[in-house]
């Protein structure tokens, strides 16, 4: 089956998973798509089987809290930020329910974690207006950035380049060999709505454009190369300045948010156009919504965790 528009416009949840007792703030894929792990504001650590449809493991992090999972490379671990006691970001075996180490030097809430896709580094981006580059083999910063304001962070598919927006203004690119230079490249896209912020970044799985999501209604495409404008999706709702997740398919093709009105809402990016709002089982603003990096699926989240799978035989496909 090849994703096209009816077949995005057929997807439904399939699986409905009612055991958090508070809002999921985070949900990562691992790179196979074989697995899903979410966090949320109950404390708890998720990870799904997403071929079998059920939950794997459940993990409480009840003392320090738990915000912005990340599977590693190995996905029996992954990293995440705290939301009590501190803002020290905490590497995990899942297996092994136990920390494998810590890395202080964020003072304020961490806001933005992104594991690089090819190796063991990762970054960090904090409320304190820093970005920080981390090895999971060692304890130490390798590198620090201060910014003048708010950071988001994302790094390029191959992992060499890392995009860092600054200020809800700026777009700097930076090459993780040699990023203590400076950026190689600065945009500044067209003018932002005012009173909104930017909340994520994410390049395309291609990599010729950024998507960059605000706690406002509309979210913005450019190109990773010029930093033009490519597209403003809007027509979802965002009442209470949520930092409602927009992402991908695995194809570029669509770009799929969340919304406060419990839908998820899907354009093409090549020209911009809504193609549909799907209702699945959400009764709150879904904060978090990815596509499956290898499989026709989708999981979305508001304090109920949901996959998506088309509904469309074969021969129904355009």
């Given amino acids: 089956m090849r994703l096209v528009q009816s077949v995005v ?4 949840v399939a699986k409905k998973y009612t055991e958090n007792q508070d809002t999921i703030n985070n949900m990562n894929f691992s790179h196979d798509g074989m697995s899903l792990i979410t966090s949320s504001a109950d404390d708890q650590i998720i990870i799904y089987d997403c071929e079998k449809g059920t939950q794997k493991k459940t993990i409480n992090s009840k003392k320090y809290g738990v915000d912005l999972v990340q599977f590693c490379s190995h996905k029996g671990q992954a990293v995440h930020a705290s939301t009590k006691e501190n803002d020290i970001i905490r590497y995990i075996s ?56 708010r950071p988001v962070a994302a790094f390029d598919p191959e992992g060499l380049i890392f995009a860092a927006g600054v200020n809800s203004e ?32 994410k ?65 093409n990016t090549e020209n911009g156009q809504s193609v549909c709002s799907l209702h699945g089982d959400h009764r709150q603003p879904v904060k978090c919504v990815q596509f499956s990096p290898r499989h026709m699926m989708m999981a979305s989240a508001c304090q109920i965790m949901c996959f998506w799978l088309p509904s469309l035989d074969e021969d129904e496909e355009d």
């Fill in 9 to 12: 416009k057929s997807m439904k």
């Fill in 170 to 201: 700026h777009v700097k690119l930076y090459d993780l060999r040699s990023f203590d230079k400076g950026p190689f490249a600065s945009f500044k896209p067209d003018s932002r709505p005012k009173d909104c912020e930017w909340t994520g970044l």
């Fill in 94 to 149: 899942l297996a092994e329910n136990k920390y494998i180490r810590y890395f202080a030097g964020h003072n304020k809430k961490v806001v933005t974690l992104c594991m690089n896709p090819s190796d063991d580094t990762f970054l960090s981006g904090s409320l304190d207006k820093t970005i920080r580059l981390w090895d999971l083999r060692s304890n130490n910063c390798q590198g620090l950035m201060n910014l003048s304001g």
């Fill in 203 to 267: 390049f395309s799985p291609d990599g010729k454009s950024i998507l960059i999501s605000t706690n406002g209604s509309e979210i913005k495409l450019i190109d990773s190369f010029q930093g033009n404008t490519l597209q403003t999706f809007s027509g979802y709702l965002n009442t209470k300045q949520l930092a409602l997740e927009a992402s991908f398919t695995p194809d570029s093709q669509f770009v799929i948010s969340g919304s406060t009105d419990g839908r998820i809402y899907v354009w």
